[in-house]
């Protein structure tokens, strides 16, 4: 395969795909409205209708407006029908056409929840169909890979994601272009590509759409980072819950292997790159990258201490390059674009976009990529429409391992040291809007619970540090708690996040610390008086009274 | 021979490179609390009591897995530090049942030793009292998971320096508990080749010779570094 015969499948599945296209999305969420069905009637309408000549029905990614699923959009018309039923399958092909109408339900494609987004990742999602190589490359798929295999050196590779200012998004923001050049600098010698695809936040879904949607972006930028990087392997860990990821996945290796773009020589090059998939159980530990690691080796899925880095001694003791999925799918674009372009997306500090998993009590559900820097309060309230029938209280962000920001500090922007300066942090994108109904100890509760049931039980401080942590929380909601075992919940949440071994530990107690942070009367007015006192003279230091 | 200078609480110390601060420390004289370290198998930084702060560093650092660097300036005894280590200790006595009046280790427990080293006389956090139960299906030891801290020396030992590989770790989180074989009855087990090598490695009482009564086991610690170096020191006998 050279540039020549890439552009010439480019052509020729131009030519082959018709004028419009209706585009029905059949991700997870979709489907879980039967988006399968409606995209058979859809096809079987064309077919009934005799007009294939003109107009195809294609099965697509996430369109990201997961919450009015299942979605069908049309191009070039640009209409969008949301929760669309199986039986206005047939009159959407009419109307298409002009020849009818459709009581579908039309939404507004121009409306905040769209327009205030920045496609750089989900560029190609609801337009292409994942399942088709010939798609990808017609969108300008794998250009990428043959411009740095033809016309760049690994270190100008390094060197262009080190300029893009792109940072890991998997939830620590490390600079992923210094990664990368550690990786580089490592010896020749068998080095490892791994994607991290692990995503196990309660109400995340951007990775698993990702891959959903536009398995070959991840692969062209797993490939791009081997060919930086001096590796001629990857694996791309997925949970098990993602069945039809992996099969889109599988599906999509196959594809590119037999295209020449992935296994050996790749471009005609001396550069060999395949790439392997492996199966996690689903335990949030594992997306850890030392956990991770482990997995794929076959060991239980326990974090070892850093250092040395996975970059120096990583996978069967070889460096390893571990980026999250959303890291490696901006790469086709940093590279095509040039890093200059890239960087002129966001702030100072924080470059590019970030995709959200925009939850909780919000009238807008669903995926969104916003550019860094936007404040939460347009998310909220222009993107997410605000709250049904009432007003905000917080948002948490960054999930089991982040916090809660209050309503006053909407006007936070989104960016990694922002994030950070309020008490919560980017995370791997989880979004869930809070309402003046919610209860933030139960908030605080539910990570809790969440965080000791996945903590892999290896360190002390996370072991049973979260069993305390929990059951004290649990104490306070039963109105049982008293003043000193609030004191001794501060306590412990400082001793979890500064002696545990890895990331989930040390990150554990920041729901419970940024709740006390900025609703800590939630806190003492749920705390009791100790038992001793007998109902007489209260310490001083207890100032809050007993509820219910 | 590359080496390192480093302070330890005051002391100047220089010791080869790519060793750990806890080797430092050892040598230096300040002891440092540890249960999951031991030596003659590889560490793996899971009970968290040798933490010290070295200046310029922001986190807390696990000795016994992190290098001495030159020029480090170790702190091991700061109320930070001393505070944390009793929270440590009383965490894993609020975890399991230690009733070390009835104990076979009564005495001779690490455990113990480290509650006495730091102080703590009670635990504030509220005691389990799990029902773990007791493996004596072993034809000459037993096995009280109750008394288990999760240190994992048995396990090491038992696949690093017997080559058995009985022991492993099963269950997630709170559940976690060590598994004999393929979560087989310990005398099921056909790989154990009876050494009781874990026996000595066990910091608690948790693993124990049969027959034995309170404070009649002692565990033969020092043996494991010994089998793992008298190749190498040419010493035999010790
Ligand atoms: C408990 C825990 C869970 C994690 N889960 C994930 C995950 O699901 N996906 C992910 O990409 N990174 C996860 N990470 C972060 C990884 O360890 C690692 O930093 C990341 O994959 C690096 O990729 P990046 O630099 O592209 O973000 C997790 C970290 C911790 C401590
Ligand atoms: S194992 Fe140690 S601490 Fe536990 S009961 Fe026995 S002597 Fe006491
Ligand atoms: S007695 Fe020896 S072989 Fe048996 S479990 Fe203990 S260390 Fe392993
Ligand atoms: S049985 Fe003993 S050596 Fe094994 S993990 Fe438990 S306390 Fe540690
Ligand atoms: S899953 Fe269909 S729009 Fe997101
Ligand atoms: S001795 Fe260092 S962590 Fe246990």
């Known amino acids: 395969m050279d540039l020549t015969e890439l552009r010439a499948v480019a052509q020729k599945e131009k030519d082959r795909q018709r004028p419009t296209r209706i585009h029905c999305c059949t991700s997870t969420g979709c489907r879980a ?31 990201g407006f997961c919450g009015q699923g299942p979605l069908v959009q049309v191009d070039p018309d640009n209409h969008l029908y949301g929760q669309v039923k199986p039986q206005e399958a047939e009159s959407i092909v009419t109307a298409t056409l002009g020849e009818g109408r459709t009581e579908a339900e039309q939404l507004d494609p121009e409306q905040p929840f769209f327009a205030y987004q920045t496609p750089v990742v989900r560029k190609h999602s609801g337009k292409v169909n994942p399942e088709s190589i010939e798609e990808y490359i017609a969108v300008g798929g794998y250009e990428s890979l043959y411009k740095v295999v033809h016309d760049m050196t690994p270190a100008e590779v390094v060197a262009e994601v080190s300029n893009s200012g792109l940072r890991g998004r998997g939830g620590g923001g490390y600079p992923t272009g210094l990664k990368w050049a550690t990786v580089a600098k490592m010896p020749e010698g068998q080095k490892y590509i791994i994607c991290n695809g692990d995503e ?25 980072a081997g060919y930086a990087v001096g590796a001629d392997h990857g694996y791309v860990y997925v949970r098990a819950e993602y069945p039809l990821a992996i099969s889109r996945l599988q599906k999509a290796i196959k594809q590119a292997k037999r295209y020449g773009l992935m296994g050996s020589q790749i471009f005609d090059s001396p550069f060999d790159f395949k790439v392997d998939i492996r199966i996690g159980a689903g335990a949030f530990v594992c997306g850890e990258e030392t956990a991770l690691i482990q997995s794929i080796e076959g060991a239980r899925g326990n974090p070892v201490p850093r250092p040395p880095y996975p970059a120096q001694k990583g996978l069967y003791d070889c460096p390893t390059l571990i980026n999250n999925v959303e890291s490696f799918a901006n790469i086709a674009h940093i ?30 559900n669903g995926l969104i990529e916003v550019p860094m820097g936007i404040t939460l309060r347009t998310i909220v309230e222009e993107m997410g429409g605000g709250v049904p029938d009432g007003e905000v209280k917080a948002v948490q962000t960054g999930g089991p391992s982040g916090g809660c920001i209050p309503k006053d500090l909407l ?66 909601l039963k109105g049982q708690a008293t003043a000193t075992d609030l004191e001794q919940l501060k306590q412990l949440s400082y001793m979890v996040q500064e002696t545990s071994l890895c990331g989930l530990g040390m990150s554990a107690p920041n729901p419970v610390l940024s709740t006390l942070r900025y609703f800590p009367e939630e806190y003492t007015s749920l705390l009791v008086q100790p038992a001793y006192l007998n109902g007489h003279a209260a310490e001083p230091a207890i100032t809050a009274t007993a509820k219910g | ?58 986190k807390l650092l696990p000795a016994c897995v992190t290098a001495a660097t030159e020029g480090m300036v170790i702190h091991t005894q700061t109320e930070k530090l001393q505070n944390y280590r009793r929270m440590t200790v009383e965490l894993i006595f609020a975890e399991g049942n230690h009733v070390c009046s009835i104990c076979v280790a009564n005495g001779n427990c690490e455990l ?23 493996d004596l299906s072993h034809s000459q030891f ?56 874990c ?39 010790r």
């Open chain 2, 142 to 197: 037993g096995i009280d998971h109750n008394r288990c801290i999760m240190c994992t020396r048995c396990v090491r030992v038992c696949d690093e320096v017997e080559g058995a590989h009985v022991w492993d770790v099963g269950s997630r989180g709170p559940d976690c508990f060590i598994v004999a074989g393929l979560d087989q009855p310990w005398g099921e087990v056909d790989a154990c080749t009876s050494c009781g090598k």
């Open chain 1, 335 to 364: 590279i095509g674009e040039g890093a200059e372009a890239y960087a002129s997306i966001g702030t100072e500090n924080s470059k590019g976009t970030k995709i959200f998993a925009l939850t909780g009590n919000i009238r807008n």
């Open chain 2, 199 to 237: 026996v000595d490695a066990c910091p608690t009482g948790a693993i124990f010779h049969k027959g034995e009564t309170t404070g009649e086991k002692e565990g033969d610690r020092g043996k494991m570094a010994f089998l793992t170096t008298a190749r190498e020191k040419q010493e035999w006998t």
């Open chain 2, 112 to 134: 113990q030793d480290v509650a006495v080293d730091v102080g703590m006389d009670h635990s504030r956090f509220s005691y389990r009292f799990p029902d773990r139960g007791c």
């Open chain 2, 1 to 58: 021979m590359a080496v390192n200078t480093l302070t330890i609480d005051g002391k100047e110390i220089a010791i080869e490179a790519g060793k750990t601060i806890l080797d430092a420390a050892k040598e230096a004289g300040v002891p440092i609390p540890t249960l999951c370290h031991m030596e003659g198998v590889h560490d793996v930084g899971a009970c968290r009591l040798c933490i010290v702060e070295a200046e310029g560093t922001p």
């Open chain 1, 33 to 63: 409205a039967s988006a399968t069905e409606v995209y058979n009637n859809l096809k079987a309408a064309v077919k009934a209708q005799e007009c294939g000549d003109r107009l195809e029905v294609v099965s697509v990614g996430c369109m």
């Open chain 1, 411 to 476: 006007d936070t922007p989104v960016d990694y040291d922002s994030l950070k300066a309020v008490g919560s942090m980017m995370g791997s994108g989880g979004m869930v809007v809070m309402d003046q109904n919610t209860n933030m100890v139960e908030i605080a509760h539910f990570y809790m619970e969440f965080c000791r049931e996945e903590t892999c039980g290896k360190c002390v401080p996370c072991r049973t540090g979260t069993v305390q942590l929990h059951s004290l929380l649990t104490k306070l």
């Open chain 1, 200 to 224: 196990g936040d309660p109400g995340a879904f951007m990775d698993r759409s990702v891959l959903e949607s536009d398995p070959h972006l991840v692969l062209e930028g797993m490939a791009i």
